[in-house]
């Protein structure tokens, strides 16, 4: 049987592992090759790692869709001849994804041929 003493000091560990899992910081790389701890402002509140996600998404958002724009018309290039050599054929799935972000997509239709009766007894 444990002690109220130890029960206390598992649940004191415990709420602490619990709080660093909700926001660990961000580390940077110094060139010594260790890992630091980036801090900000003393009272600044720390940030979880979807925050630190999302901040670096929308700062290289730029790049992220050029280079989707890339993959979708494909790498090719020109030899003497003006013939067009694909060294990465587009890819029409990501292609499809951008249009369907741009213009939404598209609906689905049926064409309905003959009247269906469905007959349920309850």
Do not use: C, W
């Not at 560990?13 to 926001?23: F, I, P, V």
């Not at 010594?32 to 003393?42: E, M, N, S």
């Not at 925050?51 to 989707?68: F, H, P, S, T």
């Not at 499809?96 to 689905?108: D, F, H, T, V």
């Amino acid at each position: 049987m444990m002690s109220l003493e130890h029960k206390e000091k598992m649940l004191a560990g415990r709420l602490k592992y619990l709080a660093e899992r909700k926001a660990f910081p961000p580390k940077l790389k110094v060139p010594d090759g260790t890992l630091t701890v980036i801090k900000g402002p003393p009272n600044a509140p720390r940030k979880s790692h979807r925050d630190y996600i999302v901040e670096n998404i929308a700062v290289k958002r730029g790049k992220l869709i050029e280079a989707q724009l890339d993959v979708a018309i494909g790498y090719k290039y020109i030899d003497e001849k003006g013939t067009h050599i694909y060294t990465k054929p587009p890819d029409p799935r990501v292609g499809e994804y951008l249009l369907n972000q741009l213009i939404g997509k598209p609906k689905e239709s049926i064409d309905i041929k003959e009247e269906i009766r469905l007959n349920v007894d309850f």
